[in-house]
């Protein structure tokens, strides 16, 4: 068993599903906001004080959409790490910081299901710890990075 992992690890398999899941997740957010219209998403970045919120939601939309899909294909995964950590830390300190750390408050449980109430900033930190793992490592198999790379010669 060893023997397997070291193999696994040193060809960098395991980040393979870490950049499937946050790429995933930004891509699915993103998507959502484009679904409902960035308009949707400008009134609650104005609530929250953003400037310019209505440019601020087509970048958002249009950065965790594409970014999302991109980090899914391990294309330049080190360089868009960095402004999802902004938008994660701007989802941090401007909405979830209030509600404490747990990303899952069971408030009741009724005949039509769990109620939940308020999400905490635990998920952000899990995406932005993610982000750094992958910003930091070597390109992970079957991504784009890692083919320009061998394309290069550099692997």
Do not use: C
């Not at 499937?20 to 960035?38: D, E, Q, S």
């Not at 300190?93 to 069971?106: E, N």
């Not at 009724?110 to 905490?120: D, I, M, N, R």
């Not at 998920?123 to 320009?148: C, K, M, Q």
Request: net charge positive; charged share 10%.
């Amino acid at each position: 068993m060893n023997a397997l992992r070291a193999r696994l690890a040193s060809g960098g398999w395991p980040l393979l599903p870490l950049r499937l899941l946050i790429g995933y997740g930004f891509a699915a957010h993103g998507y959502a906001k484009l679904a409902r219209g960035p308009d949707h998403f400008a009134v609650i970045l104005a609530a929250m004080g953003v400037p310019l919120p209505e440019p601020m939601a087509w970048i958002t939309t249009l950065l965790e959409l594409l970014s999302g899909s991109a980090l899914m294909l391990g294309a330049g995964v080190a360089l868009l790490s960095v402004p999802l950590i902004g938008v994660m830390l701007t989802a941090l300190f401007g909405v979830h910081l209030r509600y404490g750390f747990s990303s899952v408050r069971l408030k009741d449980f009724t005949a039509s299901g769990a109620e939940f109430g308020p999400v905490g900033y635990e998920l952000n930190l899990l995406y932005i710890a993610g982000l750094v793992v992958l910003a930091l490592s070597a390109a992970s198999p079957l991504s784009f990075d890692r083919w320009r790379a061998s394309r290069r010669g550099q692997t």
